[in-house]
RNA sequence: GGGCAAGUGGUGGAAUGGUAUACACGAAGGACUUAAAAUCCUUUGGUCGAAAGGCCUUGAGGGUUCAACUCCCUCCUUGCCCACCA
């Protein structure tokens, strides 16, 4: 029988059975194994798994059993990232708590993992959401709270008056609430941040270690820790005793500094409008940009709206008095919160000097338009020139006066060359309920006091009332929120935020590396043999958040001399979306593909082999179920090949024919393709292709019943036909290993086969002929056959001819065992 | 505005300086069958031609080379990320 719609079932849940009851994935520390950790970003349990995490997970599965087969001590854990919202919204529509929607969707998520037959070792399975796993985010907490990286301050951030709690950047779309769609606006709180800036320096510089990580991600973390030479300028306020330090990456424009621009929340613009005639309007544009939300304002209107001070300040390097303004387009958390403004060299002072009437001043010419005036000037020009009306630093190019101004504003004490980062410090405090709460306690004698160590973990309250209204939840639970001073015994309150989730993921795969450690974090020895991460995979959506994050908590533990690796993952793969249709498979575009319904009809390993065959693992992945069944029908063609074809027949020897030496030479060439295939970068589309060939040529091997010779030599095929495909069909070829009388229980530890590299040498090769480029004729000669060989060969062919007669030849090329080119 | 990818048959894709279109899907024709499904075989980049064969073809244009999907320059298009970052 052809491998059935029946035997799917039968044999998916035999072998799922098997490798759990028998536990082969479980890995344990062996100093002479060499070790490989391969991980999946765990998923978030909102229920059943979909196509992006099976797409995931079976990149990663294959990958894990690929280096078992080659010898590798294989660590591949699962786990769950349980904290996060969706559990709060289903306590508040459904009423049920967030904990037990969150351990049902566990369950129903390890249930959709086990169907697809990963190879992971479940004796490591987490979740973040147990008071054991988050006991320790606690502990790292108070770590860095020691060490002055966790601190508490007041800022500005984003806040939901209906739902009265803070929103993090990504919960504010188009500067609406993502829930109840109010507007979001701005809101001075006092919250606890970590000082991931700490670690700006080193964050950046280790990405020049990361060779094996996307050029993309890298670019796209660079980009965010943003760092930017320049120059810290120092303008005296006329008739205060105030300074405003501007950060400027165009020193060499200083000489055309009209005014200064501050940002509304900069600390001096009260004092100095105070009782100018304008107090009142730079009062209404601070209480106006306050409520405008965060989003909208760097929304990148091109409007740019501002209100003079009414004081002035010294530009150092001429004595002049330039307007102080204020305006919605400088930011207070990047650079100093005041700018320089040079209308005439940089586009967006440019708008707002045109807008606000104020002064212009050429100081750079424009090679292309050397008698630019502010007047004629249709935009800024930003490009490189000679500086003008710029006192000693005339006639020199802009390039080379960033240094000589910026030296010579050091030396005369009136600026600084400085850097600047774009990266700001981690604001993890969230007025949520499920979540990690903040291991701190507020006392009025003693201040802020962190829970001793000894009393971890501070556990969830498991009564909080979740209604998404009236700020945090544990606030109002009266028995976690009193509690005595560790220090002094009197009265104190707990602190009732809860930490950021992406807090529990930055560490998580230190975790697994002995995951029910009750005593510490992790174990030191575990951790130092199988980290770092060998090959990590996930999507793309994380390139800076997670990853960023990973890397800071990794830098911090290292610091702590728990750790010795400097990086988390070696190699970081990000696999691309499932699409249908044209767009990203999801519930509100009603185009999902259920895996379950798939498997029920075709089998997790066709679903599998499909996924991994369509597309290269990067790339988007459009569905198609036409491709689906086309895989479908490989799969059955090899079980039919060991069912119908496969003798068990006793080895036997003898010369090969030519024929013989055909199918030999498609087996190594085979594995010769997939293993390369899989050591460059994990092409499982070329690999998957590779044995699709060794296939057909099985299929076109057609002995003579009997032949015992040949059966054996096809066997040897079919063999290696089905350890190839193990990594990507592991239950068909535990079965098929099995059908073949394989005593070895399991097909998932055999060796991966080699090739024999004399095998793939042929006695004659196929060359082509071109004549000026183009290809005119195909010749089978000599292997290594060399100029005087070939040429009475290949100029005899009346193809060649055609091109040649009557022409002299000019060169005659030889790529040896690849092609002849002559030139005539 | 900045950055990063990518652009190859009807479709997914292969080829990283050496015979472009491997492998698969789809399509067409055929075998088997009462019939269908399944399976197997053949064909399948375009174009001219009866054929032999010619010409064209990897987003567009140029360049380097005996030889370019591949390297260089200019441009176009699409996708993703970041962005009033001083």
Wanted: with cysteine.
């Amino acid at each position: 029988m052809p491998y059935t719609s029946n035997d799917i079932k039968r044999v998916e849940e035999k072998w799922q059975k098997y490798w759990s009851e028998k536990k082969i994935f479980r890995s344990a520390m062996d100093a002479g194994k060499q070790k490989y950790y391969v991980l999946e970003m765990f998923p978030y349990p909102s229920g059943k798994i979909h196509m992006g995490h099976v797409r995931n997970y079976t990149i990663a599965d294959v990958i894990a059993r690929y280096k078992m087969m080659n010898g590798f001590n294989v660590l591949h854990p699962m786990g769950y990232d349980a904290f996060g919202q969706p559990a709060e919204n289903a306590a508040i529509k459904r009423g049920v708590s967030p904990s037990d929607w969150t351990y049902k969707c566990i369950d129903d998520m390890r249930e959709g993992l086990k169907r697809m037959g990963f190879s992971y070792d479940w004796g490591r399975e987490l979740a973040t959401c147990d008071a054991s796993y988050y006991k320790w985010n606690q502990w790292i907490f108070l770590k860095m709270f020691e060490r002055g990286l966790a601190y508490k301050k007041s800022s500005s951030v984003n806040w939901c008056p209906s739902c009265e709690t803070t929103l993090a950047n990504e919960e504010v779309i188009n500067g609406q609430c993502w829930r109840c769609k109010n507007e979001v606006v701005q809101k001075d709180l006092d919250q606890w941040y970590l000082k991931i800036t700490h670690y700006s320096e080193s964050l950046l510089e280790d990405l020049k270690k990361l060779n094996n990580w996307p050029s993309r991600v890298i670019a796209m973390q660079e980009n965010w820790i943003g760092k930017s030479y320049g120059c810290d300028i120092y303008f005296k306020i006329k008739n205060h005793n105030d300074t405003i330090t501007v950060f400027t990456t165009r020193p060499d424009t200083i000489f055309g500094a009209t005014y200064v621009t501050l940002a509304p929340e900069h600390p001096l613009v009260k004092k100095i409008s105070k009782g100018t005639p304008h107090e009142k309007s730079v009062l209404a544009f601070i209480e106006k940009a306050a409520n405008t939300a965060k989003s909208l304002r760097m929304s990148g209107e091109e409007r740019k709206e501002g209100v003079f001070t009414g004081a002035y300040a010294v530009n150092p390097v001429n004595g002049e008095e330039i307007p102080v303004w204020i305006g919605d387009y400088v930011l207070m958390e990047y650079g100093t919160g005041a700018i320089m403004a040079v209308p005439t060299h940089d586009q967006r002072d440019f708008e707002f000097a045109r807008q606000h009437k104020l002064l212009m001043r050429v100081v750079i010419k424009d090679p292309a338009n050397p008698n630019a005036t502010p007047d004629t000037m249709a935009k800024a020009f930003e490009d490189a020139g000679v500086l003008v009306n710029s006192k000693q630093f005339d006639g020199t190019s802009n390039e080379e006066a960033k240094k000589k101004i910026s030296d010579w504003m050091t030396a005369q004490k009136i600026g600084k060359g400085s850097v600047h980062w774009r990266l700001r410090d981690w604001l993890i405090s969230r007025q949520r309920y499920w979540g990690t709460p903040i291991p701190m306690i507020y006392c009025k004698t003693c201040g802020v006091v962190p829970v001793p160590e000894n009393h971890l973990p501070v556990e969830l309250p498991k009564n909080a009332p979740i209604t998404g209204e009236g700020g945090s939840p544990l606030a109002k639970v009266k028995e976690f929120v009193n509690v005595k001073c560790p220090k002094c015994g009197k009265d104190a309150r707990r602190e009732t935020d809860t930490m950021a989730t992406f807090f529990d993921s930055s560490w998580y795969f230190l975790r697994y590396t002995s995951a029910h450690n009750s005593k510490e974090i992790f174990d030191v020895k575990e951790a130092a043999y199988w980290m770092p991460v060998n090959q990590y995979i996930g999507g793309i959506e994380h390139a800076i958040l997670h990853l960023l994050y990973s890397r800071f908590f990794t830098k911090f533990l290292k610091d702590l001399k728990l750790i010795s690796a400097s990086e988390p993952f070696d190699r970081l793969l990000t696999q691309g979306m499932v699409l249908k249709d044209g767009e990203v498979m999801s519930k509100s575009k009603g185009n999902v593909v259920d895996p379950d319904e798939v498997i029920g009809k075709f089998g997790a390993d066709t679903l599998r082999m499909f996924i991994l065959f369509a597309a290269p693992p990067e790339d988007q992945l459009e569905w198609n179920p036409a491709g689906l069944e086309g895989n479908w029908r490989f799969v059955n063609r090899v079980w039919n090949a060991v069912e119908f074809r496969y003798t068990r027949g006793a080895a036997a020897q003898g010369p090969m024919d030519e024929q013989d030496k055909k199918l030999e030479l498609e087996r190594n060439a085979a594995i010769k393709r997939v293993t390369e295939s899989m050591e460059g970068g994990f092409k499982f589309n070329t690999a998957i292709s590779g044995i699709m060939v060794l296939m057909n040529a099985i299929d076109k091997y057609q002995p003579n019943p009997g032949d015992a010779r040949k059966a054996a030599l096809l066997d040897k095929a079919i063999e290696t036909t089905v350890l190839l495909l193990a990594p990507f069909i592991p239950h068909v070829a535990e079965e098929l290993w099995q059908m073949m009388g394989k005593k070895d229980a399991s097909v998932a530890f055999i060796a991966w086969p080699q090739f024999d590299e004399a095998a793939l040498v042929t006695d004659t090769v196929r060359i082509a002929a071109q004549v000026n480029g183009k290809v005119r004729g195909e010749f089978v000669v000599p292997r290594d056959a060399d100029e005087a060989v070939l040429r009475p060969i290949v100029l005899a062919d009346e193809g060649v001819q055609r091109h040649v007669a009557g022409k002299e030849i000019k060169k005659f090329i030889v790529v040896k065992n690849k092609l002849v080119s002559i030139v005539v």
